[in-house]
C-alpha cells in the first residue's frame, strides 16, 4: 500500500487548467476522442473543441502521441477536458517566441498576397511580410508606384520559401510580423564591411523607380565564400537627388536596367548603401563663378513650370548647364508665367542672385 501511494501523484503534480500536456490516442469516435494521459487518467476531446481539431484528429492513429492543453480539470465523467486546437497554438507561439529570442532564421513558404506584403505561416500560425521587410532581390521595383503592378509582381512569390526571421507578435492580437531582409542581415553586414564611404563601385542598373536607381554589383567578400553568384551582389540606391548636378525629373531619361555605371558610396547605414552619379562628374557650379555673376544678362531654356516658378537652364560650357528659378513673384501669378514663358523656348534673363557654393541661382525675366 505504501509503495502503490508513492507512485500516485500528489496534489501540486495534477495538471492545471491551461497546462499542456502529453498523451497517446487511445479510441477515436464520429464525436470524440479520448487521450491516455498515464497518471493523469484519461482525457475527452467533444464538442466545439472536437470540431476545432477537425484538421488534427483525422491524421490521428490510435497510439500516436499528442498534445493537448487542460480546458478543464475533471468533468462530470470523471475525464479531463482537453483542447487539441489551443494546445497546438500555444506550442506554436512558443516555437514564435523562441525564434524572436534567438534571432534564428527558418524557411517558409509564401502562402498569399495583398498590398502591403506576403502572407507566410510558421507552424500553422499566419504572419505577415510587409515589403518594406523583403530582400532587395525580391523588393518590387515598379516605375509610377503603380499598387497593380507591385501587387502583380508580388504575386509571381506565391509558392516560394523564403528565410524570413520574426520581428515582432502578439498572441493576444494574433499578430505575427516577418522579415526577409532581417534574415540576411548578417551576411550582407559582413560583404558591406569591405565598403566605406569614398569607394567607387562598378555594377549595374537592376532597377528604375521615380525617387531614383538601384544598382547591383558583385560583393568580394561573398564571393570568397564560394556561393552561388545570384547571391554574391549587393545593392544600393542612387537617389535622384544624386543623379546628376542638373535637375532630375525622371531617372528614365538617364539611364535603363541593365546599363553598366560607376557610382560612389556616400553613406552606409546598417544594410543600406547610398550611392552617387555625380559626385563622380565635375560639379559645374565651381567653375560657373568664372562666368557668371549678379547683374548679368543671360539666355535661358525654360525646362519645367513648378508652384515656386519656372526652372531655367544656363549653359555655362558646351556640355555644363545649370539651372536657375525665375520665382513666381517675377509674374505675379501661375497664369501670367503662363503667359510670358513657354517650356522648350530660349528667352533672356537677368541673374538677381548667385550663390554657387549652395547651387542656388535666382533669374528676373527681361
Not at 523607380?209 to 542612387?238: R, T
Request: proline fraction near 3%; charged fraction near 30%; hydrophobic fraction near 45%.
Amino acid at each position: 500500500m505504501q509503495n502503490l501511494a508513492l507512485k500516485m501523484p500528489k496534489a501540486f503534480d495534477w495538471p492545471k487548467v491551461g497546462e499542456v500536456v502529453e498523451g497517446r490516442v487511445m479510441k477515436k469516435s464520429a464525436k470524440n476522442l479520448y487521450i491516455d494521459l498515464g497518471i493523469w487518467g484519461i482525457g475527452i476531446v467533444y464538442g466545439i473543441e472536437f470540431i476545432n481539431a477537425q484538421d488534427i484528429i483525422k491524421n490521428l492513429k490510435i497510439g500516436t502521441s499528442v498534445f493537448a492543453k487542460i480546458v478543464e480539470v475533471q468533468n462530470e465523467s470523471g475525464f479531463r477536458e482537453l483542447s487539441l486546437a489551443e494546445a497546438k497554438a500555444q506550442k506554436s507561439w512558443d516555437l514564435i517566441r523562441e525564434l524572436k529570442k534567438t534571432n534564428q532564421a527558418i524557411t517558409t513558404k509564401i502562402l498569399s498576397v495583398n498590398r502591403g506584403g506576403l502572407i507566410v505561416e510558421i507552424s500553422g500560425i499566419a504572419g505577415f511580410l510587409p515589403v518594406s521587410q523583403l530582400a532587395s532581390e525580391h523588393y518590387p521595383r515598379v516605375e509610377g508606384g503603380d499598387k497593380n503592378k507591385i501587387l502583380e509582381e508580388l504575386s509571381k512569390f506565391v509558392g516560394l520559401e523564403f528565410k524570413i526571421r520574426v520581428l515582432d507578435f502578439d498572441v493576444k492580437e494574433n499578430k505575427l510580423i516577418v522579415s526577409e531582409r532581417a534574415a540576411e542581415e548578417e551576411h550582407l553586414k559582413r560583404a558591406i564591411e569591405r565598403y566605406k564611404i569614398g569607394d567607387i563601385i562598378s555594377g549595374s542598373v537592376s532597377g528604375v523607380v521615380d525617387w531614383g536607381v538601384f544598382v547591383k554589383w558583385p560583393s568580394s567578400a561573398k564571393a570568397m565564400e564560394g556561393k552561388p553568384m545570384e547571391e554574391e551582389m549587393l545593392e544600393g540606391l542612387i537617389h535622384i537627388s544624386e543623379l546628376d548636378w542638373q535637375l532630375v525629373e525622371n531617372p528614365a531619361d538617364l539611364v535603363k536596367v541593365g546599363d553598366e555605371v560607376a557610382a560612389q558610396i556616400i553613406d552606409i547605414t546598417n544594410d543600406r548603401i547610398s550611392l552617387s552619379l555625380k559626385r563622380l562628374k565635375i560639379d559645374p557650379w565651381k567653375t560657373a563663378s568664372e562666368l557668371l555673376e549678379k547683374g548679368m544678362l543671360i539666355e535661358g531654356l525654360v525646362k519645367k513650370f513648378n508652384p515656386y516658378g519656372a526652372f531655367v537652364e544656363i549653359v555655362c560650357h558646351p556640355n555644363e548647364c545649370l539651372q536657375g528659378l525665375c520665382h513666381i513673384s517675377e509674374f505675379g501669378s501661375d497664369e501670367k508665367m503662363n503667359a510670358a514663358l513657354e517650356v522648350g523656348k530660349k528667352y533672356q534673363f537677368k541673374i538677381l542672385a548667385f550663390v554657387p557654393e549652395e547651387h542656388r541661382m535666382s533669374l528676373g525675366v527681361l
